[in-house]
């Protein structure tokens, strides 16, 4: 599988264009801070000692800031500094020699310079390619009448390449002036679902007197890049049906307006209130004891979130689940911070064992302490750690409480036990706002008000946050966690069902 790795701003080093007064240590760090996100050494004039000495300098930089380096050509160099990996050229070792000697944890890109050669990289376990010169340059000087690969015939590449799963970066000639114009063309022109996945740049921000400002300037612009699918939806496959059916329940979502009735945490009342309604729905956030039964029976959907938790907000979560279960109303049970305190897991198990739970949904900290496993814990509302089975986990708790479990992260795990799949959208700006998580359980229960199975409104919900939040993240009005919120709520309000299709990364483990 390729490594997930940001190429989105790639610099490519060279000595002889650094300005005169400063060195290139200090343009890459500062080219780091204005966001670059993977840098590759390419020192064509230096000896075996220089070279190495020059990757120890600059490698340090990159591990500080935890951005991937990797060493153009030079196995040797690469494995003399334990580099990241390397960047091949057609004529160097081959892909699988270099991963044979380096190790599978090691990043192999490579430059490809045809549709033929990307195909061969891509089947070789290539992590990334980088494409023929897009317009000539002075750094790679080539004989003859060349023009370069050009914008549709960057495009003709990448949809060569559309059913596998590696990264492209364009390269050759690239600036501030006409990165925008490429980054445009893809997003209108891509038809078979592999776009873009960044820009390298040498003389544009090396030999820049301000690589900060420069590198900060391409990555507003290559953040226009719309991530679509990486591969052609077949009608035949459950990803297909999973999409399709989510599209369908959206459009139900905003005719017929779900009451969801809500009972959650003080901090997000008002944020998953709001998402309700963005997304078409009803919101009822009503707790007290003497009226959630009603509610209950009324409601398209029960959304019970244990953030604030109290003996009073147990008895309301209780009646309301209760309530729910005798009238058939499907219930959306998020567990906060499961795993924080003892008072909390007792809590959750015995609400578990009081209801019928439709969806169980929460972070990798809080299905973990529910499941009794230990590879991620809570810190606070936090997740810590990692699962090492995730598949396994939610699919083995989803057959123990017989029930849906929906576990949230980075890559997000549903499963009904029969049933399992994986979701691949989303942004990290997410973890620098409060009530995402939260939010999402309102978005699963306007999903679980229309449709019948449980995965699919999971899937629903959770695909309408991750991939608005990708869309806010393209706006130019983003400047931070604020700005981004404004923006994330207004790309809930604007999902379509032709957005869940263009956007949404399906992977399906098992589909009985």
């Known amino acids: 599988m390729v490594k997930d790795i940001d190429i989105s701003v790639y610099l490519v080093t060279d000595s002889s264009l650094v300005p005169k007064g400063k060195t290139l240590p200090q343009v890459v760090e500062e080219a780091i801070e204005g966001g670059v996100t993977f840098v590759q050494l390419r020192e064509k004039e230096c000896d075996t000692r220089e070279f190495i000495e020059k990757a120890k300098v600059i490698k340090k930089i990159c591990k500080e800031h935890n951005v991937p380096f990797v060493i153009n050509d030079r196995i040797d160099v690469a494995l003399a500094v334990d580099a990241d990996g390397v960047h091949l050229g057609q004529q160097d070792m081959n892909i699988e020699l270099a991963k044979s000697i380096l190790g599978p944890n090691k990043i192999i890109g490579i430059t490809a310079e045809t549709n033929e050669q990307a195909i061969e990289a891509a089947k070789a376990g290539a992590d990334y390619i980088g494409s023929l ?29 559309s059913e596998y799963d590696m990264k492209v970066v364009a390269i050759g000639g690239l600036n501030t002036s006409n990165m925008g114009e490429i980054v445009e063309y893809c997003n209108k022109n891509i038809k078979k679902g592999k776009n873009l996945d960044g820009a390298a740049f040498v003389s544009a921000i090396i030999a820049s007197p301000d690589a900060k400002k420069t ?25 297909y049906e999973i999409v399709k059916r989510v ?35 009803s ?36 009646l309301a689940g209760r309530a729910a279960e005798k009238a058939g109303t499907p219930v959306v049970f998020d567990p906060v911070a499961a795993g924080a305190t003892h008072f909390r897991l007792s809590t959750c198990k015995n609400l578990l064992s009081s209801f019928k739970v439709t969806v169980l949904k929460g972070n990798a900290g809080e299905i973990s302490a529910i499941a009794g496993y230990g590879g991620a814990s809570s810190k606070g509302v ?20 017989n029930t849906c479990v929906c576990m949230t992260g980075a890559v997000d795990y549903i499963s009904d036990g029969k049933k399992t799949i994986s979701l691949h959208n989303g942004d990290k700006m997410l973890e620098n706002i409060t009530g995402s998580g939260c939010t999402v359980g309102n978005l699963v229960g306007c999903f679980a008000a229309i449709e019948k199975d449980p995965v699919i409104a999971a899937a629903g919900g959770v695909l309408s946050m991750s991939i608005a939040a990708e869309l806010a993240m393209k706006q130019t009005s983003v400047r931070g966690p604020r700005t981004f919120f404004a923006a994330l709520h207004d790309e809930i309000y604007l999902l379509t069902a032709e957005k869940f299709q263009r956007y949404a990364k399906i992977q399906v483990d098992s589909w009985e």
């Open 283 to 318: 919101p009822c956030m009503a707790h007290a004891v003497g009226e959630v039964e009603e509610f209950a029976t009324i409601a398209g959907c029960v959304v019970i979130n244990i953030g604030s938790l109290s003996s009073e907000w147990n008895d309301a979560f209780y």
């Open 215 to 239: 590198a900060s300037e391409l990555a507003s612009i290559l953040a226009k890049i719309e991530k679509v699918n990486t591969k052609t939806l077949n009608a035949a496959t459950p990803d």
């Open 133 to 161: 010169a897009i317009y000539p340059t002075k750094t790679k000087p080539r004989e003859g009448d060349f023009t370069g690969l050009g914008k549709e015939g960057l495009v003709d590449l990448l949809e060569s390449i």
């Open 382 to 401: 936090d997740s810590t750690g990692t699962v090492d089975k995730p598949y396994e986990l939610v699919s083995r708790l989803a057959k123990e409480l």
């Open 247 to 281: 599209g369908e329940d959206l459009y139900r979502i905003k005719e017929n307006s779900p009451l969801v009735h809500t009972l959650t945490n003080f901090v997000v009342m008002n944020d998953a209130a709001n998402g309700t309604i963005e997304i078409g729905g």
